[in-house]
């Protein structure tokens, strides 16, 4: 058999496999859930005080990380006598979303959301190497979602050259189709000289910093800088003015000159 041919034999088989173990796996799991939903019940009091009871088992597609996606479930369903909320235990105990999504498949699809853009992110990442499908607008729904909670993250502090030398900082910059419209990104990566490794194939870090704007040059510098008074390292960049090489624009950017630094910084490998 040709190289070709066996390729096509072996891409046949894991398709095979992944549609067959992804349907038996979903068929297995969503008679576990089913399960678990009896044993939960619905029974309780709601939040305002009134008692819950059962009205009726309800049908339900759940989305998972599994090959297909989507698990079959039957839920019992049970409404407050007072406020008349209805309630299903299980979707709460699982931590789904109003859709369906399980956390699983919430943190996958950010996830695939950060490495390539979000078409990219649903038609490859996860469509063609997980096997399950997202729409553009849930992972826009889902980085929305999640973006106070980054933001709120605790910076860790930039690295700091261990030979009383400047840090290194490589700049880019484009333009991304987020919202309806083009926006400006910027993104620096600041490291160490010494981690920078030069192997047979392409330089590459060894340790690094990666500080993200949706804005402007200066809007970066000015994350830059807030990063330095917050950090109690021995070095300063202060910049007044960036310059983008190699961004992909769709517009003119007559307010970038070429970059000032109080200190020189090694370029990116």
């Not at 070709?4 to 992804?22: E, K, V, Y």
């Not at 678990?36 to 309780?44: F, I, K, W």
């Not at 990380?65 to 008349?84: F, N, T």
């Not at 997980?130 to 999640?146: H, I, P, R, W």
Request: overall charge positive.
């Amino acid at each position: 058999m040709a190289a070709g041919g066996r390729r096509r034999s072996r891409s046949g088989a894991d398709t095979w496999l992944r549609q067959r173990g992804g349907t038996f796996l979903r068929e297995v799991l969503g008679a576990a859930w089913t399960a678990r939903a009896d044993r939960l019940g619905v029974e309780g009091r709601c939040a305002c005080g009134g008692a819950q009871q059962f009205r009726q088992r309800r049908p339900m597609r759940l989305q998972t990380v599994l090959p297909g996606r989507d698990v079959s479930v039957r839920l019992p369903y049970g409404q407050c006598e007072a406020c008349h909320t209805g309630v299903r235990p299980l979707l709460s105990d699982l931590g789904v979303d109003a859709e369906g999504f399980t956390p699983g498949l919430r943190e996958l699809a950010v996830l695939a959301s950060v490495v390539e853009p979000y078409e990219a992110a649903s038609r490859e990442l996860l469509g063609r190497f997980a096997g399950v499908t997202v729409s553009t607008e849930k992972l826009q729904a889902l980085v929305q979602a999640v973006a106070p909670v980054a933001g709120a993250m605790e910076r860790p502090d930039p690295p700091v050259a261990r030979h009383g030398g400047a840090p290194c900082v490589a700049i880019d910059g484009g333009m991304i189709f987020v919202e309806g419209r083009w926006q400006e990104v910027n993104l620096a990566c600041v490291f160490e000289p010494e981690s920078r490794a030069t192997p047979d194939t392409r330089p590459t870090l060894t340790a690094r910093q990666v500080v993200a704007v949706r804005g402007t040059p200066e809007a970066l510098a000015a994350q830059l800088s807030l990063i330095r008074q917050n950090a109690a390292s021995s070095w300063c960049l202060v910049l007044r003015a960036w310059s983008v090489p190699g961004a992909e624009s769709r517009r003119p950017r007559p307010h970038v000159t070429p970059p000032a630094v109080t200190r020189p910084c090694a370029p990116a490998a």
